[in-house]
């Protein structure tokens, strides 16, 4: 935990740019200090109750700065569990960056990105997981981002977390008292009840690796790239999808050379839509550069909407590009469905492997409910909401839940394969060391400077 000679950090907590206010926010044992010998207003903020608010100004080198209010939140009650102080300038760059100077000169020094919810987390305020949901939350995309990231702030995955260590810490003490007393005829616990004890928590384990994926494209969003012949709407559905002329339609094939990329929301999940260069067989010089663009593209989506004209029959860039999906997910959308019908939805079905399949007119706005059931279907693959439970959101949280899982496994076919207790034992330490990484109770160093080093400067 932190001691008293941590040194006192300072950053600029509000975003660059021209605002209403700006925040400059210290954190350390100085704070108060740095900021007193700055300020002149009514009170000192040393004799400031915690909590509270003053107003007064930052005068600097006997030059005023800014006209600012002070907020003071003492140790151990504050963000950091240090004592926080917060100047409320003038929005701006100018107000902010000379308050922020003179605190520098006073001798706190800049805070390092995601300092203080480091701080807060080495403090022992909140764990690993909450400090990466602080993240999360400022960064979410959407809505559901926000409930998902603010649930796991408040503590919902640590609360199954904690519960399945107590289980485990249980099973072990279970574990070597029956081994102290094992000469005098008393079982404790036989292999049986330990075994039904851990399967729960592996059950549990289960539950949460399960809700990876889905955790992962609501925290990223999911990238879709919208790929097709020339001419047949592609960037008509984006900017229908849009709702504004993001992309130039026009009547001439290969308008679109290089691509275009924007995000949409579709019921709380982000999605980064790419419209792309159409592919037919060109010896156009920009087109072949855009179809390699598009390429790209294709590799690098989680899903596809393969775009046909109902109007036209298939083409050979029909065919040509059916190829080049690699095995993606996708969708197909039967555009221009207003207009007489040359191709049918069996037809299309057909060359590409009966993927679901809407019919729409991105001209007249037609099938845009479906296109985005069939979306959110194709990510979810049916797997409901998500609302409710504790969710994991990224790969560290994987990692060390897999790694969890497969030593209680372990420990199950051990104590069914009538190996002594303290094989299981061994198991059950390491699975209880891998949550115990997971919340951040044993961390290296090197985990925790990535984990902040993602975070903005200031938070
Ligand atoms: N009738 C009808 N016309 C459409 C529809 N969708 C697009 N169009 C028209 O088709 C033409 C081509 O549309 P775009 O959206 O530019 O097609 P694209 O696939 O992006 O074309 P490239 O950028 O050249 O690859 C334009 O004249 C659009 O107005 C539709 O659903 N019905
Ligand atoms: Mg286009």
Request: net charge negative.
């Amino acid at each position: 935990m932190r001691t008293a000679d941590n040194d006192t950090i300072v950053a600029v907590s509000t975003p660059m740019g021209v605002g209403g206010i700006g925040i400059v926010r210290l954190s350390g044992p100085r704070s108060v200090e740095i900021v007193d010998s700055l300020f002149r207003g009514k009170r000192q903020i040393s004799q400031l109750p915690t909590y509270r608010l003053t107003y007064g100004r930052i005068v600097a080198d006997g030059r005023q700065v800014d006209e600012v209010l002070v907020s003071v939140m003492r140790a151990p009650h504050s963000y950091t569990t240090e004592d926080v102080v917060e100047i409320n300038c003038h929005g701006g760059l100018v107000a902010t960056q000379t308050v922020l100077e003179a605190v520098l000169r006073k001798g706190a020094r800049l805070a390092d990105p995601g300092e203080f919810t480091q701080r807060a987390f080495l403090g022992g305020r909140i764990d690993l997981t909450q400090a990466e949901a602080v993240s999360d939350l400022i960064r979410a995309k959407t809505q559901l981002g926000h409930t998902v990231a603010l649930s796991q702030l408040k503590g919902q995955l640590s609360q199954t977390l904690t519960s399945i260590k107590k289980n485990l810490t249980k099973c072990l003490s279970l574990i070597e008292v029956s081994l102290d007393f094992s000469e005098e005829d008393i079982d404790f616990i036989n292999a049986e009840d330990l075994t039904e004890r851990l399967s729960g928590d592996v059950s549990r384990l289960e539950a949460l690796l399960s809700s990876f994926e889905q955790g992962r494209i609501v925290r990223e969003g999911v990238k879709v790239a919208i790929v097709g012949r020339p001419n047949v709407g592609k960037s008509s559905l984006l900017n229908l999808l849009l709702g504004e002329e993001r992309a130039i339609v026009t009547p001439v094939p290969g308008t679109t050379r290089d691509s275009i990329e924007e995000w949409i929301q579709v019921e709380g999940i982000p999605f980064n839509i790419v419209d792309t260069a159409g592919v037919r067989e060109s010896n156009d010089i920009i087109e072949l550069e855009g179809r390699k663009r598009t390429q790209f593209h294709i590799e690098d989506a989680d899903l596809l909407v393969v775009m046909l004209d109902a109007s036209e029959s298939l083409k050979h860039g029909d065919k040509l590009l059916a190829q080049m999906l690699n095995g993606k997910k996708f969708l197909v959308v039967l555009n221009k469905c207003d207009l007489e019908k040359v191709l049918s939805a069996e037809q299309a079905a057909e060359i590409y492997d009966y993927a679901p399949l809407v019919e729409m007119s991105a001209l007249k706005g037609w099938g845009v409910e479906e296109f985005n059931r069939e979306l959110i279907a194709l990510v979810t693959k049916g797997a409901g909401t998500f609302r409710e439970r504790a969710v994991i959101t990224n790969q560290r949280h994987k990692d060390c839940l897999q790694k969890a899982r497969g030593t209680l496994e372990q420990a199950c076919e051990a104590l069914s394969s009538g190996l002594s207790f303290e094989c299981a034992a061994l198991d059950i330490r390491e699975a209880l060391e891998a949550l115990k990484e997971l919340m951040g109770e044993v961390t290296s160093e090197d985990i925790l400077k990535e984990i902040f080093s993602t975070f903005c400067i200031g938070k």
